[in-house]
């Protein structure tokens, strides 16, 4: 199955500021989509990147792994251009995933879990009411990122008569956006990602309730 | 397999307090605790209650569903009452878990999960670096729900050669215990402490980059 991977180099994780510089919250964010597209080819799958203008990854290319995939540029907002990738459906194309960039604690073993779990529609929802990633098997299900897109995608596919399965991972939920979020990189990740933050000094600071980060 | 379910009383879910009085934490977090019980029956287990003190539910034990369900009262501190539940391992008793009262999102299904991970310790991580449910089958294993306790339950495990499964569960993972934790009980609930928080006027907030609550 094709895997598109929407992903912008514009302010990349803008609410990291409290702990990464921008020039670090690009690095970290090429390095969670290196992980994710290791992920994506692990599981089986053929990653694709989705952006809104051409990015060159430049020296980073090889640090990260994502050189020489296929890319689809379309400079729209997020929801009509995965919605043009979902118009692929029917075309001779019988499914296709879509996976967010910033999952830095996912694994093959959840992403074929989630692959597996049925439905017209395959949905790993995110933390806070977030669609983390989805399976689209029909053609006439589209998407709405904005806001509480899991209720949102719940309630369209209920509306159109669309199956759903959700897929209960605490790893494909996990998208990584607030500086709480890298302490969860932090102990479960696997990836470069992880690697990357102990080489940048963040740490975990278990002096709260939830255990959060700072930096060495 | 017995499944001892830590509560108290005292000063319940005060993180909650920006969203809830103290008498309706006092409530929410009762009805969360009868979620729980319902859950681990459904499994096919048996629930226990471990309390510091003997709680009256008095009449609000019909509405929650605890009654009836084997209490152990210990006031010592969550770890060593744990541990001492723990002891009970060797004298004829091969399995036992502790799942905690603040798992809304729990499902049938999620613990059957973990049950199902194998290992002489089987880990729900929770959200911040927590340890939201075991099943512990090695009477070497002690617990530190003190800080990262995640991290610390691997290490002791690793050191002492005990072996560790881990479940990828989201609804295992989120425990409730501050108001961003509700949007994802309105989100993914169904159980009873969804409709509690509804009936308390509390609603999806999805004014800002994640879904919040407000009350309405």
Do not use: C, Q
């Not at 803008?14 to 964010?29: I, K, M, Q, Y």
């Not at 806070?128 to 509480?148: K, Q, W």
């Not at 008569?161 to 956006?177: F, H, K, N, Q």
């Not at 969860?184 to 939830?210: F, K, P, T």
């Amino acid at each position: 199955m094709r895997v598109v991977i929407p992903y912008t180099d514009r302010d990349p994780k803008s609410r990291l500021a409290p702990v990464l510089s921008e020039p670090e919250r690009r690095a970290f964010a090429r390095v969670m989509l290196g992980d994710v597209v290791a992920v994506v080819r692990d599981a089986g799958h053929e990653p694709e990147l989705l952006v809104p203008a051409p990015i060159d990854f430049a020296d980073a290319d090889t640090a990260v792994g994502v050189d020489g995939v296929p890319t689809t540029v379309d400079d729209r907002a997020l929801t009509p251009a995965v919605d043009a990738v979902l118009d692929r459906l029917g075309e001779g194309v019988a499914e296709v995933g879509i996976v967010m960039a910033d999952l830095a604690l996912a694994t093959p073993a959840a992403l074929r879990r989630l692959t597996a779990v049925g439905g017209e529609v395959g949905i790993a929802p995110g933390r806070g009411g977030g669609t983390n990633a989805l399976v689209v098997r029909e053609p006439s299900f589209s998407v709405d990122y904005h806001g509480a897109s899991y209720r949102d995608h719940r309630e369209a596919a209920a509306t159109a008569g669309v199956s759903v399965g959700v897929v209960d991972s605490m790893r494909l939920a996990t998208d990584i956006d607030e500086p709480a979020d890298l302490a969860e990189v932090l102990l479960h990740g696997d990836g470069r990602a992880r690697g990357w933050l102990v080489d940048a000094g963040v740490e975990l600071d278990a002096s709260g309730g939830r255990v959060g980060v700072r930096r060495g």
